[in-house]
């Protein structure tokens, strides 16, 4: 039997042996169809978490589901906005039962280790929702074991890398759309999808501390990117995605008490910022 990570490579008779003798640790990739500005695709907020999964999936021995690629409506302050071509969004009912459906689903196959791997600012309380949800009806049906870790990779970012991929100062998760950590890993996994020559030059959009609808598309980013990925690097996306996959992989060791397969996953300390 080869042994893959990925869940829909695997034949159905192989997926459940291992589901019923290894009792194994699902992670689901969770992003957006989105405006990345000029210079970055719009499958970004998928293609990031999907490719942290893969990688800490091969560490501590998981499985990773298909992505759920699409996702809430991109916000004025945190994603540019929803009336970009191209952002192809969810109604917040419709991401909260497709996260729940899928909980169910692989609870039904017997899985009872779950991550839900998030990458677009805008989806987090839909996921928790959608969680919540699950969680309870698998408890009303007696099934009292699922548990389930939601994690936004960006948060293990340490304080050390923070001053190096930021040495002119943080914009702050919410204006780094499309800006120097995401293009600069994407730089370190598909730098022939990243068009640097495309990158904007301004200073980060300021915003009042209060959200307008309807929104009006003339008093936000016209490029899509909300603070410069001018400083980015392949460099920078190498070491961000490194310690993301290492952090990650030791934060499920933890969770779900997993042997690490690598030493270097066994040694590894990142630090978690909160
Ligand atoms: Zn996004």
Do not use: C
């Not at 042996?17 to 957006?32: A, D, F, M, Y």
């Not at 009303?140 to 960006?154: C, P």
């Amino acid at each position: 039997m080869t042994r893959h990570v990925l869940i829909d490579q695997m034949t159905w008779t192989d997926y459940d042996e291992r589901v019923r003798t290894e009792n194994p640790l699902v992670i689901l990739p969770v992003g957006s169809l989105e405006q990345h500005g000029p210079h970055t695709p719009l499958g970004t907020d998928t293609i990031i978490p999907t490719a942290i999964s893969t990688a800490a999936a091969e560490r501590v021995g998981a499985m990773v589901a298909p992505p759920i690629a699409y996702g809430y409506k991109s916000q004025a302050r945190t994603g540019g906005g929803n009336h970009f071509a191209g952002t192809t969004s969810l109604d917040g009912e419709t991401l909260i039962h497709m996260t729940r459906d899928i909980i169910k689903e692989f609870a039904r196959h017997g899985v009872r280790n779950m991550v839900v791997m998030d990458s677009h600012y805008e989806n987090e309380m839909f996921l928790i929702e959608g969680i919540d949800l699950a969680l309870r009806e698998l408890r009303a049906d007696g099934n009292e074991d699922m548990k389930i870790v939601k994690i936004r990779y960006f948060e293990f970012t340490s304080d050390e890398t923070m001053g190096i991929v930021f040495p002119n100062g943080f914009p702050g998760w919410p204006l780094e759309h499309a800006g120097v950590m995401t293009t600069s890993v994407m730089l370190h996994l598909h730098p022939e999808l990243v068009q640097m020559d495309r990158v904007p030059d301004h200073p980060p959009v300021q915003y009042p501390p209060y959200d307008v609808f309807p929104a009006d598309p003339a008093t936000g980013s016209p490029s899509g990117v909300l603070a410069s990925a001018r400083g980015a690097s392949a460099e920078k996306g190498k070491r961000l995605f490194d310690e993301y996959v290492a952090g990650i992989s030791k934060a499920l060791s933890v969770e779900f008490k997993l042997g690490a397969r690598t030493p270097e996953a066994r040694a590894s300390t990142g630090t978690v910022r909160q």
